[in-house]
T-cell receptor
Framework: ETGVTQSPTHLIKTRGQQVTLRCSSQSGHNTVSWYQQALGQGPQFIFQYYREEENGRGNFPPRFSGLQFPNYSSELNVNALELDDSALYLC?????????????FGPGTRLTVL | GNSVTQMEGPVTLSEEAFLTINCTYTATGYPSLFWYVQYPGEGLQLLLKATKADDKGSNKGFEATYRKETTSFHLEKGSVQVSDSAVYFC?????????????FGEGTQLTVNP
């Protein structure tokens, strides 16, 4: 069974640029959640996708957007990057949405915005 | 809204010492409660969970009891090892329309010295 994978591992961008981060969910999982973890802080929920539809969003502006594909992999897109977007971005997959099911986290993508 | 508060860190202990990391939460209803661990350079791993009041979660010698009367979920271990050095996050999930989104505390850095 393959776990949650994320790419790239590290990324450096400049302010104003756009970035796409990718996540492959664990086999059999149909829900993907994205979290932003700033240095020294706990992860903050960005949004969740269930069967290709957004299923809940945290307190993040519209320039944070996402997609989920038929194979349940997912992308996180961030437009007009700001310095404060520098963080570790974590993807987590789970089996069912609507009630708690254990989320399995990937290793994260470290984004640095200069 | 929902929130989680952890004791301020970092925490430094000698091997075989007793560990307590305090966690309190604010939420309506009956959230599920979790402890996650993050080793250097890695994503989050679920350490233990409790889904209803008075439940005790346990794993790898760590324990935490869901106390609704004090809205707490303190993490304890009787004898820590150097390999327990990591960042520990307390988290809650409401389920329902929130799906399985997690609300995290800010984390507590634990260092265990030989």
């Amino acid at each position: 069974e393959t776990g949650v994978t994320q790419s790239p591992t590290h990324l450096i961008k400049t302010r104003g640029q756009q970035v796409t981060l990718r996540c492959s969910s664990q086999s059999g999982h149909n829900t993907v959640s994205w979290y932003q973890q700033a240095l020294g802080q706990g992860p903050q929920f960005i949004f969740q996708y269930y069967r290709e539809e957004e299923n809940g969003r945290g307190n993040f502006p519209p320039r944070f957007s996402g997609l989920q594909f038929p194979n349940y992999s997912s992308e996180l897109n961030v437009n007009a990057l700001e310095l404060d977007d520098s963080a570790l971005y974590l993807c987590a997959s789970s089996l069912v949405s609507g009630s708690y099911n254990e989320q399995f986290f990937g290793p994260g993508t470290r984004l640095t915005v200069l | 809204g929902n929130s989680v508060t952890q004791m301020e860190g970092p925490v430094t202990l000698s091997e075989e010492a007793f560990l307590t990391i305090n966690c309190t939460y604010t939420a309506t209803g009956y959230p599920s409660l979790f402890w996650y661990v993050q080793y250097p350079g890695e994503g989050l791993q679920l350490l233990l969970k409790a889904t209803k009041a008075d439940d005790k979660g346990s794993n790898k010698g760590f324990e935490a009891t869901y106390r609704k009367e004090t809205t707490s979920f303190h993490l304890e271990k009787g004898s820590v090892q150097v390999s327990d050095s990591a960042v520990y996050f307390c988290a809650l999930s409401k389920g329902g329309t929130s799906g399985s989104r997690l609300t995290f505390g800010e984390g507590t850095q634990l260092t265990v010295n030989p």
